[in-house]
C-alpha cells in the first residue's frame, strides 16, 4: 500500500500545467481540441490541483478550489496583504484520516515539498503546516472538534475541514517576527 501511495504522489509532484502547441502556426491545435488555446498554468495554481489530487488519492475526500484569487499568508504581518494565489478547501464528516495535516505533511515531504517549521502550529482543535518547492510556499489548515478537556463527557463530533492557500514565496514570508 505504501508504495502505491509514494507512486501516486511521484506522478503529483511531476504534473505541471502544459498548453498544446500549434507547430503549424495555423491555430488548428486549438480548433481539433474544441476549445480555445490556454495560458500556461500557474505554479501555485499546479500546487493547488496537487493537494486537490492528494486529498482524493491518500485521504479519500473531495478537495475543491474556491474562486478565491488572492490568497494572504497567515504567518506574516497582515500589512503585506494579499497575492495571487489559489484556495482548496474540503473535508469529511467522518474520521477516515486520524491525521489529515499530519499525512498532508508527510506525503507531500516524499513528493519532493520542504517542510517550514516557521509555518507550522498544533493545538487541540486543528494543525497548520506550511510548505514549499520551487518558488511556491503551501500552507495546509485542519480543523476538528478536539473535545472539551473540562468535561469528561463531552464526545467531540467525528470529521474534519481542510484549507490549502498555495501563493509565491515573497520575501516577507522568510521574516516571521512583527
Same mark, same amino acid.
Given at each position: 500500500?505504501?508504495?502505491?501511495?509514494?507512486?501516486?504522489?511521484?506522478?503529483?509532484?511531476?504534473?505541471?500545467?502544459?498548453?498544446?502547441?500549434?507547430?503549424?502556426?495555423? #491555430? /488548428?491545435? *486549438?480548433?481539433?481540441?474544441?476549445?480555445?488555446?490556454? @495560458?500556461?498554468?500557474? &505554479? +501555485? !495554481?499546479?500546487?493547488?490541483?496537487?493537494?486537490?489530487?492528494?486529498?482524493?488519492?491518500?485521504?479519500?475526500?473531495?478537495?475543491?478550489?474556491?474562486?478565491?484569487?488572492?490568497?494572504?499568508?497567515?504567518?506574516?504581518?497582515?500589512?503585506? #496583504? /494579499?497575492? *495571487?494565489?489559489?484556495?482548496?478547501?474540503?473535508?469529511? @464528516?467522518?474520521?477516515? &484520516? +486520524? !491525521?489529515?495535516?499530519?499525512?498532508?505533511?508527510?506525503?507531500?515531504?516524499?513528493?519532493?515539498?520542504?517542510?517550514?517549521?516557521?509555518?507550522?502550529?498544533?493545538?487541540?482543535?486543528?494543525?497548520?503546516?506550511?510548505?514549499?518547492?520551487? #518558488?511556491?510556499?503551501?500552507?495546509?489548515?485542519?480543523?476538528?472538534?478536539?473535545?472539551?478537556?473540562?468535561?469528561?463527557?463531552?464526545?467531540?463530533?467525528?470529521?474534519?475541514?481542510?484549507?490549502?492557500?498555495?501563493?509565491?514565496?515573497?520575501?516577507?514570508?522568510?521574516?516571521?517576527?512583527?
Amino acid at each position: 500500500m505504501t508504495g502505491k501511495i509514494v507512486l501516486g504522489l511521484i506522478v503529483i509532484g511531476c504534473a505541471c500545467g502544459g498548453e498544446r502547441r500549434d507547430t503549424a502556426g495555423s #491555430g /488548428a491545435a *486549438a480548433a481539433d481540441s474544441g476549445r480555445a488555446a490556454q @495560458p500556461p498554468q500557474s &505554479a +501555485p !495554481d499546479a500546487a493547488c490541483d496537487s493537494i486537490i489530487a492528494l486529498g482524493d488519492r491518500v485521504l479519500a475526500i473531495e478537495l475543491r478550489r474556491t474562486d478565491e484569487r488572492r490568497v494572504e499568508n497567515p504567518f506574516v504581518d497582515p500589512a503585506q #496583504g /494579499a497575492r *495571487a494565489g489559489c484556495l482548496v478547501t474540503g473535508g469529511d @464528516p467522518t474520521d477516515r &484520516a +486520524p !491525521d489529515p495535516v499530519g499525512t498532508f505533511l508527510v506525503t507531500l515531504e516524499a513528493a519532493g515539498w520542504t517542510s517550514l517549521s516557521r509555518f507550522q502550529a498544533d493545538g487541540p482543535d486543528g494543525s497548520v503546516v506550511g510548505l514549499a518547492r520551487g #518558488g511556491v510556499i503551501c500552507i495546509v489548515r485542519g480543523q476538528w472538534d478536539g473535545g472539551d478537556d473540562s468535561d469528561s463527557t463531552y464526545v467531540p463530533d467525528p470529521g474534519y475541514q481542510l484549507e490549502g492557500t498555495c501563493f509565491t514565496a515573497e520575501p516577507a514570508d522568510t521574516v516571521t517576527a512583527w
